[in-house]
């Protein structure tokens, strides 16, 4: 069955440091991988998505996550933390080769607190 | 250059009522796709449309349906609501350029079920 895991309910981390907030995944075929992040009080927003081909995608805001096939794993990193980078963050996989309909399927969230 | 836009923001309903949500996307944009966000299930994945055709479609009872209309616009309809769809309904909007595809949220419609 496909799902998609994010080990850490919180994960804290002082401003200026660098930041990995971590993702696996199970699917049958081959994914896409997306992460999203939710500010609060404020709607989701897309930050990058993984289609094929390099590893290491580029997102917005600084963002960037890295693919890891033997790992099944779609960490997001960041080098530098930002106060301002406190959100809510899910990962989330669609799965390309199933029949018909792809499977989307969502983590239950990491909530990322920068400290000053 | 406009959001998405949805509307209602909020909405109550009781039992066994339905409700249509709307969804306008960023102008130009031909692919809608809605969410629902409650505490206790997270994120799901409702539909997904391109150019008026459900292109994807996530695990949802029939009672939750959805179509688009020729100017990209989309509306979702929940029928014989349940107290367990009182939730955030999430639509994004996306320009589908090849397989780059940047999507876009709209604010959300905040559904309260009594």
């Known amino acids: 069955a496909q799902s998609v895991a994010q080990p850490e309910d919180q994960v804290n981390v002082a401003e200026g440091n660098p930041l990995t907030v971590k993702c696996t995944y199970s699917v049958s075929g081959n994914p896409y991988l997306f992460w999203y992040v939710q500010y609060p009080n404020r709607g989701l927003q897309f930050l990058l998505k993984y289609i094929t081909g390099d590893n290491l995608v580029k997102g917005s805001y600084g963002f960037e996550a890295e693919f890891n096939k033997s790992q099944t794993s779609f960490h997001l990193k960041k080098p530098s933390a930002l106060v301002s980078d406190s959100a809510l963050y899910f990962c989330?996989?669609?799965?390309?080769?199933?029949?018909?309909?792809?499977?989307?399927?969502f983590g239950t969230g990491t909530k990322l607190q920068v400290i000053p | 250059k406009a959001g998405v836009t949805q509307t209602p923001r909020y909405l109550i309903k009781t039992r066994g009522q339905q409700v249509t949500l709307s969804c306008s996307p960023i102008?130009?944009?031909?692919?809608v796709s809605w969410y629902q966000q409650t505490p206790g299930q997270g994120l799901q994945f409702l539909f997904e449309?391109?150019?008026?055709?459900?292109?994807n479609k996530g695990n949802f009872p029939g009672r939750f349906s959805g179509r688009q209309f020729s100017n990209s616009r989309s509306e979702m309809n929940v029928s014989t609501l349940e107290l367990g769809d009182s939730a955030l309904y999430l639509c994004?909007?996306?320009?589908?350029?090849?397989?780059?595809?940047?999507?876009?949220f709209g604010p959300g419609t905040r559904l309260l079920v009594l």
């Open positions: 994004a909007s996306s320009l589908i350029a090849g397989e780059q595809e940047t999507q876009y």
């Open positions: 449309y391109f150019s008026e055709t459900q292109r």
């Open positions: 102008s130009g944009h031909r692919s």
């Open positions: 989330a996989v669609r799965d390309t080769e199933s029949g018909g309909y792809q499977k989307v399927t």
